[in-house]
């Protein structure tokens, strides 16, 4: 999208409301795109721990609605009467089937008619009005990202429904084998000096509040995986009984996976000597060279644990992207940089990015999973909640844990190295994996 615009070398005056028109269109066509389906499956809850895609559709809608309408430009509500089915602090996924939802159809036209007088806000608005709404064009940023998000949530949605033929495939570069050995190959893990650095941002225009403000940490040296932990890392992790010796699993999940019967990551099936998974209604044995996902929390901690390792900080995280926007710099992703943006269905093989390694040499830092950290989700000294303290205030606390970088479901603006996603410690459904980290000593 963005080599398009600059090909056509729009007026300079113009150049971020047509970057943003631009966001605007890309976020609504992957929207239009994960929703083009049977009502049937639209309307259809595939699991309780999902909303039917036809919720996520009409929600982006009146989310666009709230913040760029009515705060941003101050119009009238065009439909305040669907407010409160569509707050998603109101009602649990498991119970939004039985709100009185929209339609396919009428949530596709009130979403079109929301966009066209978004449209007319962005066409007026002044982008350097001080209010810090308008602002660099805020609002819009909000509203890109968040429908960006619901459009991995969508994703997320179609695996879980198991239905085939729903999800388009597309071509990866190939890996690295991290086992290789000899001169040249390089080494498993890598090593981040002892020092300070600057956490969060003060200056990403669209970067959200708890990524705010930015501050010195100081750490110890430490070694941090080169690449996630991959399939075949993990099945000999499950080889060698690792869901049956309580030792490397904390109480919590010790309880949890037994509670569950949880033998192997989700949608992963034995196969005689070998296994398959489910992707996207698909089966197929389980790469070996690919990062392990759909594991949680407890799963990323027992494997850490196992190998001799621990899960690193979010600090840790951080620090090995180089104080950068992205690991490799400042640039937005190159196709040889990053998996982001649904390239493919599927994270790429390890070592398939050494051109968008971090400054200490950590690959795929960005894109092909999200990474669990060991960090709570909490605020940053001097945090302050804007535009609404739903969005991260109220779930700060010992709850949930912060999962770093983004995975290949994740647009390219809404990935970037300050960028803080957070879930409960039990969920696996989301496209998650890890990488660990060990001290110096």
């Known amino acids: 999208m963005r080599e398009r615009l600059a090909q056509r070398e729009p007026d300079p005056r113009h150049a971020p409301k047509e970057l943003i028109a631009a966001e605007l269109a890309a976020a609504r066509d992957r929207s239009l795109a994960y929703t083009d389906l049977e009502d049937d499956l639209l309307v259809r809850q595939h699991s309780p721990l999902m909303s039917p895609l036809v919720w996520d559709l009409a929600h982006v809608g ?10 941003a430009g101050g119009i009238t509500p065009l439909r305040p009467e669907i407010d409160d089915i569509y707050d998603a602090f109101k009602h649990p996924r498991k119970n939004r089937p039985a709100l009185p939802l929209l339609g396919p159809a009428e949530a596709r036209r009130y979403i079109s008619g929301v966009r066209g007088r978004v449209l007319d806000v962005l066409d007026a608005v002044d982008l350097e009005d001080p209010d810090p709404l308008r602002a660099g064009g805020f609002v819009f940023g909000l509203v890109v990202q968040h429908e960006h998000q619901h459009d991995e949530t969508m994703l997320a949605t179609l695996q879980l429904s198991r239905e085939p ?13 991290p086992s290789a050995v000899g001169a040249g190959a390089p080494s498993r893990e890598v090593f ?41 890392d993990y099945a000999a992790f499950v080889a060698d009984g690792g869901y049956g010796d309580r030792r490397w699993w904390r ?67 951080e620090k090995a992207c180089g104080g950068r926007t992205f690991p490799w710099g400042d640039a937005e992703p190159r196709a040889d940089q990053a998996n982001l943006g649904h390239r493919a269905a599927r994270p790429a093989p390890v070592g398939a990015y050494p051109a968008g390694a971090g400054p200490y040499g950590a690959e795929q830092l960005i894109g092909d999973v999200w990474e669990w950290t060991s960090s709570w989700f909490q605020p940053y000294p001097g945090f302050r909640s804007f535009p609404y303290a739903e969005y991260s205030e109220v779930f700060f606390g010992e709850t949930y844990r912060v999962l770093r970088g983004g995975s290949w479901a994740t647009h390219p603006t809404a990935a970037r190295t300050t960028f803080r996603n957070w879930d409960y410690p039990i969920r696996r459904q989301i496209f998650a994996g890890f990488r660990c980290a060990r001290g110096a000593r």
């Not at 009146?62 to 705060?71: A, G």
């Not at 033929?165 to 084998?177: K, M, Q, Y």
């Not at 109480?251 to 990551?265: D, Q």
């Open 192 to 232: 981040v000096p002892s020092g300070p650095f600057t956490m969060g941002t003060d200056t990403l225009p669209w970067a959200y509040d708890n990524e705010r403000p930015a501050h010195l940490v100081n750490l110890p040296g430490y070694w941090l995986d080169r690449w996630p932990v991959s399939n075949g």
């Open 251 to 317: 109480p919590e999940g010790w309880e949890w996976v037994s509670a569950k019967g949880i033998h192997a990551p989700l949608f992963w099936t034995r196969n005689g000597d070998g296994w398959w998974r489910d992707r996207f209604g698909r089966m197929e044995p389980v790469p070996s060279d690919e990062p392990v996902q759909h594991v949680s929390w407890y799963e990323a901690d027992a494997y850490a644990r196992w190998a001799g390792k621990r899960l690193p900080t979010e600090a840790e995280w």
């Open 165 to 177: 033929g729903l999800i388009r495939d597309g071509e990866l570069p190939p890996g690295r084998v």
């Open 62 to 71: 009146n989310y666009e609605e709230l913040w760029v309408l009515r705060e």
